[in-house]
């Protein structure tokens, strides 16, 4: 797997793939814009040509963008549907005008409309985004969900459900958090487990279809539906839950970005992750 993690972009986005190469990365996640906003400036030309020729000396292998936390496709109200489907559609073009490989987002929740109806919500904006944005190649990943409260996407059969319904298969896939897949109640600690979970996966989703992961620990129990990160073999999961992502030859040249909680200081506000990547390529089998 190709290792990284979620980098700030308040140094300048451009900036973003120095303080990666700095940690050791091999892959990077950012946002293209402040993620509790829903407008943002637009990319100058020049801070996009930055990107590309410093993600491209610094020898980053993939780069992926995730979307703003306010936009929700499943949302039943009109207004916020629309307001939410524009600005999907604003995060892909960003994210193409970047250069990045794919475009992570949370499906959404359809806050009491139903699993039916949210679920077609979804389809019907993802479908819409990628229509209006016929000649951009960067792939969506439905980000499996945690399950709290309405969410939706939060097992491989919604997952599958959605990925059908857009028919989309050249600009779609998933993108699986650990802790996430964890708290909806898939256990992949033991090797049994693993191959339980992964069976489970390649009759609904497919394992092709995955395309990223976020790496985390959790810090709450198998199925609990709570979204709490921690940080590589600290929390639930623990380093055997890890071990075999990491030697799956299926996932050998899959992105696998770190989203665990920062625990450095001003002179290093990555120390935490670069302790977390250390532990995972601890991790991998020597051939």
């Not at 100058?44 to 963008?65: A, D, L, M, T």
């Not at 073009?93 to 250069?99: D, V």
């Not at 944005?133 to 499996?144: A, F, H, P, Y």
Request: with cysteine; glycine share 10%.
């Amino acid at each position: 797997m190709l290792l990284g993690a979620h980098i700030s972009i308040s140094g300048g986005i451009d900036q973003a793939p120095v303080e990666a190469r700095k940690l050791g990365c091999d892959v990077m996640q950012v946002f293209s814009k402040n993620q509790q906003q829903w407008t943002a400036n637009p990319l100058r030309p020049e801070v996009v040509e930055r990107f590309r020729v410093n993600v491209k000396e610094q020898r980053i292998q993939s780069v992926g963008i995730h979307t703003s936390y306010l936009i929700n496709l499943g949302s039943p109200q009109p207004s916020l549907q629309e307001r939410s489907r524009a600005a999907f559609k604003e995060e892909i073009e960003r994210a193409e005008a970047l250069g990045a490989t794919h475009l992570i987002f949370h499906p959404g929740a359809h806050t009491g409309s139903g699993e039916a109806a949210g679920l077609a919500s979804i389809a019907s904006g993802v479908r819409w985004a990628l229509e209006a944005t016929g000649g951009c190649k960067v792939r969506v990943l439905l980000e499996i969900a945690a399950g709290q409260g309405t969410t939706l996407g939060c097992s491989f059969e919604q997952l599958a459900h959605l990925l059908t319904s857009i028919d989309a298969p050249q600009r779609t896939g998933v993108c699986i958090d650990t802790c996430h897949l964890f708290a909806c109640g898939y256990d992949f600690r033991s090797e049994k487990d693993y191959r339980a979970t992964l069976e489970k996966l390649e009759d609904t989703v497919g394992v092709k279809n995955v395309f990223a992961f976020h790496l985390n620990d959790a810090l709450n129990e198998l199925g609990s539906r709570v979204d709490r990160h921690a940080n590589i073999g600290e929390g639930n999961i623990g380093l055997s839950g890890f071990r075999p992502f990491l030697n799956d030859k299926r996932f050998a040249s899959t992105p696998g970005y770190l989203e665990t909680p920062l625990k450095g200081d001003k002179a290093r506000p990555y120390a935490s992750y670069e302790t977390d990547l250390k532990t995972l390529r601890s991790l991998v089998k020597k051939k």
